[in-house]
């Protein structure tokens, strides 16, 4: 058999229904890793889902406790020569929660139900249907190679990457070994849009800040105190003002990287990123004055003020909060000294006179990206565009974060990711689903993808 019957033979896993049988099936387990409730079923679908199919195809797996008690993990490894590349893939088995209740009438998050091209599920995009498509496209091939891959397989498959994939830093520094390879491909995302095929090869990290102004120990009449007492909403909001402009503008200038390398930009050039390009209209004159939409979204930091928190909203009264608080991101790419984004902050507030907002850094997802012009990035575009006919839209980095850096700086792999979703999927959100278009062209992308990695005689250099 060739390329061509194991990619007729992944059509007809979809045409067949197999797919559908397949996605059902998962779509039904409740896997929500934010619900204290999750437990058992992230477990069973490791147990009862994954481990079955990866083991008839001749891998051996293992599942591990999470190093922080969180949910377990799953490796399997598929070796056929030590002269052939060994590609890591990847999987998350846990979703969102539900909202059952959102979700419009006729639909639930744990019943498959397909209208039109449109797959309602939850986990349907995120990441249910995406690894589903993966692992099928590596089942034609061993078939129709009559058994055989011709190079080596890896898997590590997670049940908390909803909740910020908690150990799997852990996971993999204590299991590097035994997850050594050559280059890591996975599915999870967006891609640009419907029509084209994506690969994207990091992510922008994410530090997550909070900023305090405590002025004393209870609200003040407006009336009697206003114009002698401090508002600590007022000194919050101007604190903000000066970190970011009204026209989205990051001010603190140490918040950002020096520069944008030519081989990012030139490939962002590629994505023709325009004002109606993602769905829904752009705010052309919002960010970095300079750059391009796509710089702005793929190769620039944004500073959002993710919520803030003074007074009562909902029952305002007249009284000068006594305390004010807000929750912000840095979404930044490399290049970004994200060890100092707290001692940064805390000095341009210095300097502008905010010495009495307090910052804290909560959390951190560090930045990761691939060089475009690395011989992995050139190899996969060819392959998926020799499939396609279509040229793939290469994103240096994913506009959100994902947990890349594992893969990246731990096990130093290079790192690229083919998505089978869309902006649209609602991923998150009631309504969450796959394209019909999107899941074929998906499997017919991967599965000659994975031919053309076995026609490789050796490990590149």
């Known amino acids: 058999m060739n390329k061509q019957d194991a990619v007729t033979s992944a059509r007809n896993y979809f045409f067949d229904g197999f797919f559908e049988q397949d996605l059902r099936r998962r779509t039904a387990c409740r896997t929500e890793s934010q619900s204290p409730q999750g437990g058992p079923e992230l477990q069973r679908y490791l147990s009862d889902e ?5 083991e008839g195809m001749g891998f051996d797996c293992s599942i591990f406790d999470n190093p922080v008690g969180a949910g377990p993990f799953l490796i ?45 599920g939850r986990g349907t995009a995120d990441n249910k249907g995406q690894h589903t498509i993966n692992f099928a496209a590596l089942a034609q091939v061993i078939s129709a190679r009559g058994g055989k891959l011709g190079f080596n397989v890896k898997v590590i498959f997670e049940t908390g990457e909803e909740c910020g994939s908690p150990g799997l830093h852990e996971f993999c520094h204590q299991h590097r070994e035994v997850l050594a390879a050559d280059v890591f491909i996975a599915s999870d995302g967006p891609r640009l849009n419907a029509e084209r095929p994506t690969m994207f090869l990091g992510s922008r990290g994410s530090a997550l800040f909070r900023l305090d102004v405590d002025a004393r120990d209870k609200p003040l009449h407006s009336g009697n105190w206003g114009g002698v007492m401090v508002n600590p909403a007022v000194v919050l909001s101007n604190a903000i003002a000066s970190l970011v402009s009204a026209q989205g503008r990051v001010l603190c200038r140490s918040l950002l990287p020096a520069g944008i390398p030519e081989s990012v930009r ?14 829904r209209p752009l705010d052309d ?16 930091n944004t500073v959002e003020v993710l919520a803030i928190n003074a007074g009562n909203p909902k029952k305002p009264v007249n009284a000068i909060p006594a305390s004010a608080t807000a929750f912000c991101q840095l979404r930044f790419v490399v ?39 690395h ?44 998505p089978h979703s869309y902006p649209g999927c609602s991923q998150h959100a009631p309504d969450e689903h796959l394209l019909t278009p999107v899941i074929l062209e998906g499997l017919t992308m991967m599965t000659s993808l994975f ?9 590149p250099e």
């Open 451 to 459: 031919w053309d990695l076995g026609e490789l005689a050796h490990t």
């Open 76 to 120: 399997a490894q598929r070796h056929e020569d030590d002269c052939f590349p060994t590609v890591l893939t990847y999987g998350h088995g846990d979703v969102v929660l539900g909202y059952d209740e959102q979700w419009r009438a006729g639909l639930s998050p744990w019943a498959l139900k397909v209208e039109g091209e449109r797959w309602y």
């Open 285 to 300: 004159a919002w960010g970095e004055p300079g750059l391009t939409l796509g710089e702005r979204l793929f190769g620039w």
């Open 375 to 418: 011989y992995w990035v050139n190899w996969v575009k060819k392959s998926i565009e020799g499939t396609t006919g279509k040229k793939p839209a290469v994103l240096p980095n994913l506009a959100g974060t994902l947990p890349n850096d594992v893969f990246s700086s731990i096990l130093g792999l290079p790192t690229l990711w083919i």
């Open 50 to 54: 994954i481990m079955p199919q990866l």
């Open 266 to 279: 030139s490939a962002i050039a590629d994505l023709n990123i325009e004002v109606h390009s993602l769905g």
């Open 335 to 373: 290049g970004t000294d994200w060890k100092a984004i707290e001692s940064n902050v805390r000095s341009y507030l210095d300097e502008h006179g905010f010495h009495n907002v307090r910052v804290q850094v909560t959390t951190v997802s560090p930045a990761t990206r691939l060089d475009p012009d």
